[in-house]
């Protein structure tokens, strides 16, 4: 059982990535279906963002005043990894972006059918 | 249809911890992304950026490509929201 | 062509057939608001750049072999580079060709059933266009990313405009295009995990060494069901029939040839 808890982190995001998946594809309201691909994409920036770290007390991956004019070296095992974060950034506004168009999808489809239940909106297309 | 939602589900989950099997631990500062890309992020920053945040220095140098596509992301988002939303008043 | 012997926009034709469509998508809401009718020769003007810049990066191609472009000059697995070989050159051709074709002739059809949201929609076909030729040109896998989603937020868009059924049906377009996309963006984690590389070229080399690790069985895997999503492979291609027909014209005629057609491309490139 030590790979379960020397990877507890990879397990812990992938269950939230689940419930995420869950509500997007099985849920009825599409509110509940933007709410799940929200979940869903969160879970994933919170997994990339778990691998950049390193045991033993690791820093932020800002260099100190000290270190910045040469005076002390920076030591990699130190310093956490700063290239998920950065990938994380750009996969945050594009998170951000489709959400935006998500939501401006349904308020056209509420203007037009006047509810959001998924069910009714097939039945009145047929 | 939801008791096929939840199995397709389960099914991929299974399968994402299948994959983790044989990734590195939690936390190990000799796991390959850690040994081949960011080591030069992390030593030469000041030397070839001249900026001690070395998160900035990778968004806005070494990947700044990356940067002006999200860019345009939010920009396509914002021109589709007034596509799809404006009314002209009758 | 002729016309290019300024050596400066040979050199850096991979880079100008993507940057060029995105400088004139931004600047086209600023001359719709001048004057709406200028915004038809100014997105034509940026298609027939695009794709004189696209044949001349085939053409070089040919002549010399594979282009490697270093944005901001810095060498690939620490920076993003393209990579033009033969397949790429092509399909730079097609993208741009077909969509040049499609604006032209596509015109009228916008014009009688977008009434009043010309100039917007011209920056949308401008910006996915963007989309489609940053997917192909690129060399990096997160770049890949990032150009996908910016032709799946325009497609999304461009498609809830249409006829009576549009918005719900571009809804489910957009429900399993997030799928297919986190999908991909999950697969290239795994790979980033277990080699730390976002280089296609760079990956090509680090991978055959750990064919048989279970990380990479998953990563191809998932990747394969992104791909297929947004590819409409067999059992996932239930967006495709409404979007197709519920969309307006002119968007069909853009969307249907390049979208799944680009997505095919994808999958070659990784396979190989």
Same mark, same amino acid.
């Given at each position: 059982m030590e790979f379960v808890i020397a990877k507890y982190n990879y397990w812990i995001y992938i269950i939230l990535m689940m419930i995420g998946f869950y509500a997007m594809i099985a849920k009825t309201n599409l509110v509940k279906k933007v709410i799940g691909m929200n979940i869903f994409q969160t879970a994933i920036i919170l997994f990339y963002v778990s691998t950049a770290y390193k045991l033993g007390g690791a820093t932020l991956p800002i260099l100190t005043d000290a270190q910045a004019h040469g005076h002390e070296a920076v030591e990699v095992a130190r310093v956490i990894n700063p290239l998920p974060h950065v990938l994380m950034l750009t996969a945050i506004v594009v998170m951000v972006a489709t959400l935006g168009v998500a939501l401006a999808i349904l308020i056209h489809i509420y203007r037009r059918y006047k509810t959001l239940n998924e069910d009714e909106i097939l039945k009145v297309m047929k | 249809m939801k008791f096929l939602s939840f199995l397709i589900t389960l099914l991929t989950g299974a399968v994402l911890v299948y994959g983790t099997i044989d990734m590195p631990a939690y936390g190990d500062p000799d796991s390959p992304a850690s040994r081949h890309v960011s080591p030069r992020y992390i030593e030469k920053t000041e030397e070839e950026t001249a900026t001690p945040n070395m998160v900035t220095s990778v968004l806005a140098d070494y990947r700044g490509y990356d940067t002006m596509g999200e860019t345009t992301v939010i920009f396509t988002a914002g021109i589709s929201c007034i596509f799809l939303l404006r009314r002209r008043k009758k | 062509m002729i016309l290019e012997q300024f050596p400066f926009l040979v050199h850096s034709s991979p880079v100008l057939i993507v940057v060029v469509p995105l400088m004139f998508a931004l600047l086209t809401p600023v001359i719709g608001l001048i004057r709406r009718d200028w915004t038809f020769p100014w997105m034509i003007l940026a298609l027939i750049l695009s794709t004189v810049f696209s044949v001349e990066a085939l053409r070089d191609v040919m002549l010399n072999g594979v282009i490697r472009y270093r944005m901001g000059s810095w060498a690939p697995p620490w920076g993003i580079e393209y990579v033009i070989d033969h397949l790429n050159g092509l399909m730079l051709v097609l993208v741009s060709g077909t969509s040049l074709l499609v604006a032209v002739y596509g015109n009228r059809s916008v014009e009688q059933e !977008?009434?009043?949201?010309?100039?917007?929609? #011209?920056?949308? @076909? =401008? =910006?996915?266009?963007?989309? @489609? !030729? %940053?997917?192909?040109?690129? %060399? +990096? $896998?997160?770049?890949?990313?990032?150009?996908?989603? *910016? $032709?799946?937020?325009? %497609?999304?868009?461009? *498609?809830?405009?249409?006829? +009576?059924?549009?918005? @719900?049906?571009? @809804? #489910?377009?957009? *429900?399993?295009g997030t799928v297919g996309a986190c999908f991909y963006l999950l697969s290239v984690g795994y790979l980033y995990i277990v080699t730390g590389s976002l280089n296609m070229a760079d990956l090509a080399r680090l991978l055959p060494p750990l064919y048989g690790s279970k990380v990479v069985l998953t990563a191809f895997a998932f990747f394969m069901v992104g791909i297929a999503v947004k590819m409409a492979l067999f059992p996932l291609h239930l967006w495709l029939p409404d979007a197709y027909t519920k969309a307006p014209s002119a968007v069909s005629a853009l969307v249907a040839p390049l979208m799944t057609k680009v997505s095919i491309y994808v999958m070659i490139r990784i396979m190989t």
């Amino acid at each position: 059982m030590e790979f379960v808890i020397a990877k507890y982190n990879y397990w812990i995001y992938i269950i939230l990535m689940m419930i995420g998946f869950y509500a997007m594809i099985a849920k009825t309201n599409l509110v509940k279906k933007v709410i799940g691909m929200n979940i869903f994409q969160t879970a994933i920036i919170l997994f990339y963002v778990s691998t950049a770290y390193k045991l033993g007390g690791a820093t932020l991956p800002i260099l100190t005043d000290a270190q910045a004019h040469g005076h002390e070296a920076v030591e990699v095992a130190r310093v956490i990894n700063p290239l998920p974060h950065v990938l994380m950034l750009t996969a945050i506004v594009v998170m951000v972006a489709t959400l935006g168009v998500a939501l401006a999808i349904l308020i056209h489809i509420y203007r037009r059918y006047k509810t959001l239940n998924e069910d009714e909106i097939l039945k009145v297309m047929k | 249809m939801k008791f096929l939602s939840f199995l397709i589900t389960l099914l991929t989950g299974a399968v994402l911890v299948y994959g983790t099997i044989d990734m590195p631990a939690y936390g190990d500062p000799d796991s390959p992304a850690s040994r081949h890309v960011s080591p030069r992020y992390i030593e030469k920053t000041e030397e070839e950026t001249a900026t001690p945040n070395m998160v900035t220095s990778v968004l806005a140098d070494y990947r700044g490509y990356d940067t002006m596509g999200e860019t345009t992301v939010i920009f396509t988002a914002g021109i589709s929201c007034i596509f799809l939303l404006r009314r002209r008043k009758k | 062509m002729i016309l290019e012997q300024f050596p400066f926009l040979v050199h850096s034709s991979p880079v100008l057939i993507v940057v060029v469509p995105l400088m004139f998508a931004l600047l086209t809401p600023v001359i719709g608001l001048i004057r709406r009718d200028w915004t038809f020769p100014w997105m034509i003007l940026a298609l027939i750049l695009s794709t004189v810049f696209s044949v001349e990066a085939l053409r070089d191609v040919m002549l010399n072999g594979v282009i490697r472009y270093r944005m901001g000059s810095w060498a690939p697995p620490w920076g993003i580079e393209y990579v033009i070989d033969h397949l790429n050159g092509l399909m730079l051709v097609l993208v741009s060709g077909t969509s040049l074709l499609v604006a032209v002739y596509g015109n009228r059809s916008v014009e009688q059933e !977008l009434p009043g949201k010309e100039v917007y929609f #011209r920056c949308l @076909f =401008l =910006l996915q266009v963007t989309g @489609f !030729l %940053g997917i192909v040109a690129t %060399g +990096d $896998a997160f770049n890949l990313y990032v150009f996908l989603e *910016i $032709a799946s937020i325009a %497609g999304y868009a461009l *498609i809830a405009a249409g006829e +009576d059924g549009a918005a @719900f049906a571009s @809804f #489910r377009y957009v *429900i399993m295009g997030t799928v297919g996309a986190c999908f991909y963006l999950l697969s290239v984690g795994y790979l980033y995990i277990v080699t730390g590389s976002l280089n296609m070229a760079d990956l090509a080399r680090l991978l055959p060494p750990l064919y048989g690790s279970k990380v990479v069985l998953t990563a191809f895997a998932f990747f394969m069901v992104g791909i297929a999503v947004k590819m409409a492979l067999f059992p996932l291609h239930l967006w495709l029939p409404d979007a197709y027909t519920k969309a307006p014209s002119a968007v069909s005629a853009l969307v249907a040839p390049l979208m799944t057609k680009v997505s095919i491309y994808v999958m070659i490139r990784i396979m190989t």
